[in-house]
């Protein structure tokens, strides 16, 4: 069935002499409708009312009996069930301003007025930003101070890579000067001081024995009476000298062979070691500088990130100190606390962080949400047509289709039903008119179609009695209205699905819950073993 055709559907006509139920009772039909137990209370009330309207006496057969009982005739027809609730107009598409600033002191300066009409994009709030303001700058100067630092820190990353690179080539030249100073000595001082004290030892020699030879010469002189014994003095005199000088040369070699070699070997040896010592000092000295300056410049940049990620959260702070329309729509504010005037979203209240401030509903796309009862909710599934009136507009009828079906009872209504649960159900209006006013929060019908049977045997719903788990109707027969066993199927509102007892043309009373409880009086009594108590109707005052 296409959409349009919803509009036209229309209840099946009622029999002239069935009641019209007020929408009060279509209600509390529909929820108790569900179940097995639902449909004799159903039939309960039905029997209710046509005592009423019948009168007592008229049903007990007491011989006061005036007319005949209101009847209906069994017949085949189309049998629509539906599911009518009632619930709220809302936008499909709302768009809600929240407070994202942070803190639960945001002081709202300046708000457009509740109900204006806003354009996307339109500022709609704006907040207090001098704190903000004030942090931003002292922000912006730590994050500058951060930026220069990073300059220093590489600077001084430069200037410890040299000093490194400058001592290691410092501590790498002793070292090839001690290295040096040991050949020097080994292969060229020592060996040459050593020859010297050589060349003197052999000329000290050479000395002695020319002076000893002289003195053996003027000895002999003198023996003979040439020379005087005064005249051998100098020369015994030199003799001893060149000997000492002989001696002290020997000795001077000796020492610079045994242990001033010695002694600068084990110098030099001590220098070259500690010169290598030096140059891996100085390799490790310069590492150690050049890492530390390297993680002052990590450090450095570090910082800066943190400084600007800061200034970045307080400029995007800033940003958020205004809320503009995400569509276009009437402005509604957000007073979910209406009973704290303390806490109304005005100008100059203070908010708190993520509280929403407003909304801007989108009033050419609107929905009703209606909540079904939990003896219905089984036979409503997405997809199913509706129409829906608004109490505003009662000549308005709109198309809907079941668009969700909540899997979960509202349990924010359980306690308000008195345990009875709820489902609530958004039912998606296809035809919005442009220029209808609808607004969010307006009351509306809901009729959901749940089936059509075509071509079912049916009767309304007050022919119809409950007994002990078996359904009965009674039947004209021979003038009177005996019970007759019957299989019910689906209902409406109104009629309900005869499956077998009946056939098309026979006559039903449709005050059977009451006839019911008087012909059942006795509850041991088999019903069909019972005669009818009725007597014929007969006209009387």
């Not at 009312?49 to 006496?57: E, I, N, T, V, W």
């Not at 400029?315 to 958020?320: C, R, S």
């Amino acid at each position: 069935m296409a959409l349009e055709e919803l509009k036209v559907l229309a209840p099946p006509s009622t029999p002239s002499a069935v009641p019209t139920a007020s929408p009060k009772p279509r209600r509390l039909y529909r929820r108790i409708l569900g179940s097995g137990k639902v449909l004799a209370l159903l039939l309960g009330v039905a029997g209710v009312a046509s005592a009423a309207y019948l009168g007592r006496d008229r049903i007990l057969g007491s011989g006061k009996v005036v007319d005949r009982p209101l009847t209906a005739v069994v017949r085949r027809a189309t049998l629509r069930v539906a599911v009518n609730e009632r619930g709220n107009l809302e936008s499909t598409v709302t768009v809600d301003g929240t407070c994202e600033l942070n803190g639960y002191q945001n002081k709202i300066i300046e708000l457009v007025a509740e109900g204006s009409r806003v354009e996307k994009g339109q500022v709609v709030c704006r907040f207090d930003s001098s704190e903000i303001d004030k942090s931003i700058a002292q922000q912006q100067i730590k994050s500058k101070q951060a930026k220069s630092k990073i300059e220093t820190s590489k600077q001084e990353l430069e200037i410890a890579r040299n000093d490194a690179e400058s001592e290691e080539v410092k501590a790498k030249g002793d070292l090839k000067v001690a290295e040096l100073t040991r050949i020097l000595f080994e292969e060229g001082t020592n060996p040459a001081d050593l020859d010297e004290a050589q060349s003197k030892i052999k000329l000290a020699t050479k000395d002695v024995e020319k002076t000893s030879d002289e003195l053996d010469k003027m000895q002999g002189l003198v023996k003979k009476g040439f020379k005087s014994p005064q005249q051998l003095r100098p020369l015994e005199n030199s003799l001893e000298q060149y000997k000492f000088m002989k001696s002290s040369e020997e000795r001077r070699y000796t020492v610079k062979k045994t242990y001033e070699k010695e002694k600068n070997m084990v110098e030099n040896a001590s220098k070259v070691q500690m010169a290598q010592k030096a140059v891996d000092k100085a390799a490790a000295q310069g590492k150690a500088k050049v890492a530390k300056a390297d993680s002052e410049v990590v450090s450095a940049v570090g910082t800066h990130e943190i400084e600007e990620q800061q200034l970045q959260e307080f400029l995007k702070q800033k940003a958020k100190t205004e809320i503009k329309a995400g569509q276009t729509g009437i402005l509604a504010y957000a007073n979910e606390a209406y009973y704290d005037s303390s806490r109304q979203i005005r100008e100059g209240a203070t908010v708190y962080s993520r509280q929403k401030i407003f909304s801007i509903p989108d009033l050419t796309r609107m929905q009703v949400k209606v909540n079904i009862h939990e003896s219905m909710i089984k036979k409503i599934k997405a997809d199913q047509k509706a129409t829906i009136r608004v109490d505003a507009f009662p000549n308005l009828e709109l198309i809907g289709i079941v668009k969700t079906v909540s899997n979960l009872a509202d349990s924010n209504r359980g306690w308000m039903n008195g345990g009875v649960k709820e489902y609530s159900t958004v039912v998606d209006v296809q035809n919005t008119p442009p220029d209808s006013s609808l607004k969010p929060g307006m009351s509306a019908e809901v009729v959901i179609l749940v089936q059509e049977m075509r071509d079912v045997l049916q009767v309304p719903i007050q022919a119809i009695a409950e007994r002990k788990g078996a359904f009965y109707a009674f039947v004209e027969k021979d003038g009177a209205f005996l019970p007759k066993p019957v299989k019910v199927g689906e209902t409406d509102e109104k009629f309900v699905e005869i499956l077998s007892g009946l056939d098309v043309g026979e006559v039903v009373t449709l005050d059977a819950r009451t006839r019911s409880a008087v012909y059942f009086k006795e509850d041991d009594r088999t019903p069909l073993d019972k005669p009818e108590p009725a007597k014929p109707a007969t006209k009387g005052p």
